[in-house]
């Protein structure tokens, strides 16, 4: 006996509900990065968070260590030296404010490593999805903005015990000189980051070694122009040397930028050369860490 029934039918999809995505948007590539290299920066602005207490005692060392070098110029004149005071002090502080800054890059970009040891995940971090390039180019530009910031701070409190001869600054080209400076430097930095990579228990102290040399040759707290020959053909290799030149004529001499020239074109070569330089050198330590087994080290 036949059924009364239909046969039943295939089962009916459901069209897209309007207004409702059914399908992932896809971002572009570029876009993508730019997302991981700002989460970089917050990463790192939580890092600094989580230990502001440190962060103060290490601004507040930093800051006396600055005053220290000032004071040495103010007292010249108690020992007989017969200079200009004002004019020698500003010259040192403008030096040791302007090392600081640069020193603080270094640290941070060094210390990086270091600091995801001890928060064990570094591990993690160079799984991630995001390039190499981007994690270290993020964590360069949040070094700068928190260098920048901190240098302020210090200033503000070192214009409060000392007159500073900087009534005819030229405090825009300085800071275009500044932020020149911060990319070759951020690419020098790169390069003694990989440093704690391939040697957990004295990688940051041969940063430190790497710095110091720069401290040497660059002319911080004197001109290059007493040191040996051989060291001032070194200083012409420093970006710190072109940053300290063009700064001190921009804030001290009130020059023009425009007259800065001179110091601004080895700064941005040597900034195309070093970062490329600086990500494939700690690609390279990253690959060796990975195959001797390094990063489980923690110390």
């Known amino acids: 006996m036949a059924s009364s029934h239909p046969a039943p039918g295939p089962p009916t999809v459901p069209g897209p509900v309007p207004g409702i995505l059914t399908q992932p948007v896809a971002r572009a590539h570029w876009l993508m990065e730019l997302i991981a290299a700002w989460g970089f920066v917050q990463r790192n602005y939580y890092l600094t968070k989580r230990y502001l207490g440190w962060e103060l005692v290490w601004l507040a060392y930093s800051t006396a260590n600055v005053m220290s070098i000032g004071f040495i110029g103010a007292g010249v004149n108690e020992v007989g030296g017969g200079a200009n005071t004002q004019a020698l002090t500003t010259f040192l502080l403008v030096g040791a404010l302007l090392w600081s800054y640069l020193s603080m890059l270094f640290d941070i970009l060094s210390e990086t490593v270091m600091w995801e040891r001890w928060e064990g995940t570094i591990e993690y971090t160079f799984m991630s999805p995001a390039s190499r390039t981007t994690h270290l180019l993020g964590t360069g530009i949040y ?97 710190v040397y072109y940053a300290l030149e063009g700064i001190r004529a921009t804030l001290i001499d009130g020059e023009s930028i425009g007259s800065q020239w001179g110091n601004l074109w080895p700064l941005l070569v040597m900034g195309v050369v070093a970062i490329p330089a600086g990500i494939w050198i700690f690609q390279a330590g990253e690959r060796f860490a990975k195959r001797t087994g390094r990063l489980k080290r923690s110390g």
């Open 143 to 239: 070094a700068v903005v928190y260098g920048i910031l901190r240098s302020v701070v210090m200033l503000g409190v070192i214009a409060l015990f000392f007159d500073l001869d900087l009534s005819g600054a030229n405090y825009l080209g300085a800071i275009l000189v500044l932020a020149v400076a911060s990319i070759s430097l951020i690419g020098f930095g790169l390069v003694g980051s990989v440093m704690p990579l391939l040697s957990p228990e004295k990688g940051v102290q041969v940063t430190f070694i790497y710095a110091s040399v720069l401290l040497l040759i660059s002319g911080v707290y004197y001109p290059i122009d007493v040191l040996p020959g051989w060291m001032q053909a070194l200083a012409v290799v420093s970006p």
